[in-house]
């Protein structure tokens, strides 16, 4: 069974703070870079779930894209203090027309 350890929030470290509490892991980023980086070593360290802040998710979506095909870990967006930008909604929106072949959530 996975431990609350292996489920990761990367992003803005003021904004993730309180997943602590939660005994998740939280990794507080700056850049893309970071973020990537970020992403890289939850996956490598065994990681069932990572949720990015639309933030710094949004600008990576080809590296989130190349674990597409694993089963684990689970890779998702949540929007920032900021609000959503629709990111994550779109994404979700995009794999259930591939999955069902019809646009059935529609747009936004």
Do not use: C, W
């Not at 998702?76 to 994550?88: D, E, Q, V």
Request: glycine residues 12%; aromatic residues 6%; negative net charge.
């Amino acid at each position: 069974m996975a431990g609350l350890n292996q489920i990761y929030f990367i992003g803005e470290e003021d904004q993730l703070r309180g997943f602590t509490a939660l005994g998740t892991t939280v990794v507080g980023v700056g850049s893309i870079h970071e973020a990537e980086e970020a992403l890289r070593r939850a996956v490598s360290g065994g990681a069932v779930a990572i949720f990015i802040t639309e933030e710094f998710g949004g600008r990576m979506l080809d590296t989130i894209a190349s674990y597409a095909d694993r089963p684990l870990p689970v890779i998702t967006l949540i929007p920032s203090s900021a609000g959503s930008k629709g990111i994550a909604y779109e994404r979700i929106r995009r794999m259930v027309e591939r999955a069902v072949g019809a646009d059935v959530l529609g747009k936004e």
